[in-house]
């Protein structure tokens, strides 16, 4: 089946420091990768996406890159702000012909301090 | 526009109740989701609606729970004969017309269930 790993958290770190969340996935045919960011006291919602190989999700600053032969997908950022503080989750889905619903990561909690 | 509501944001029951949590996804998107949010496992697929399709019922984890979809719209997810290890948060996600694996799901700040 499916499977998502993610780094164990949380991730601690000063302002204007580099950020990587590693991500590593397992998956029927050729998945979907995005990953998800929960703020505090608010919904999950989308950070970047990509959908085939070497593509390279970006955005607020944050890049991932879907590498295949070594399925992984890790986050990273150059400089990190205390808005950044939050929940990290990776995620697929297995492709248009396969399952539509994500299988997600365990979450890492980024916690930056000023 | 509107964004995905869920009602009600936090249900206290006592175990053995039955529940029902609703959701109204984003106007026009066909594809509906039901995830739940729990600090043992994590988030965990529940079940998929698109369009008139059979819904995938593949991540229900017991027949207690079952969930419609009305008019292609409203889901409601029913809870029967609630058990402790049911608290969590449920998240209802939406995506639109096509319901691709490539197509953001919109969450809503999902129901927030605590069985005593």
């Known amino acids: 089946g499916n499977s998502v790993t993610q780094m164990e958290g949380p991730v601690t770190l000063s302002e204007e420091a580099f950020l990587t969340i590693n991500c590593t996935y397992t998956?029927?045919?050729?998945?979907?990768l995005f990953w998800y960011v929960q703020y505090p006291g608010e919904g999950l919602q989308l950070l970047l996406k990509?959908?085939?190989?070497?593509d390279k999700g970006s955005n607020k600053g944050f890049e991932a890159t879907y590498r295949k032969e070594t399925t992984s997908f890790h986050l990273e950022k150059g400089s990190v702000q205390v808005s950044d503080s939050a929940v990290y989750f990776c995620?697929?889905?297995?492709?248009?012909?396969?399952?539509?619903?994500?299988?997600f990561g365990s979450g890492t909690r980024l916690q930056v301090q000023p | 526009g509107a964004g995905v509501s869920q009602s009600p944001s936090n249900k206290v029951t006592e175990k053995g109740k039955d529940v029902e949590l609703r959701c109204d996804p984003i106007?026009?998107?066909?594809?509906l989701y039901w995830y739940r949010q729990s600090l043992g496992q994590g988030l965990e697929f529940l079940i998929y609606?698109?369009?008139?399709?059979?819904?995938?019922k593949s991540g229900l984890p017991s027949d207690r729970f079952s969930a419609e979809r009305t008019g292609g719209s409203v889901s409601t997810l029913t809870i029967q004969r609630t058990q402790q290890e049911d608290s969590a948060v449920y998240l209802c996600?939406?995506?639109?017309?096509?319901?691709?694996?490539?197509?953001?799901?919109?969450f809503g700040p999902g129901t927030r269930l605590t069985v005593l």
């Open positions: 996600a939406s995506s639109s017309n096509s319901g691709g694996s490539t197509d953001t799901q919109y």
């Open positions: 998956a029927t045919g050729y998945p979907s």
């Open positions: 990509a959908t085939k190989a070497d």
């Open positions: 995620a697929l889905t297995e492709g248009d012909m396969g399952r539509r619903a994500l299988t």
């Open positions: 106007s026009g998107h066909t594809a």
């Open positions: 609606f698109q369009g008139n399709s059979a819904p995938d």
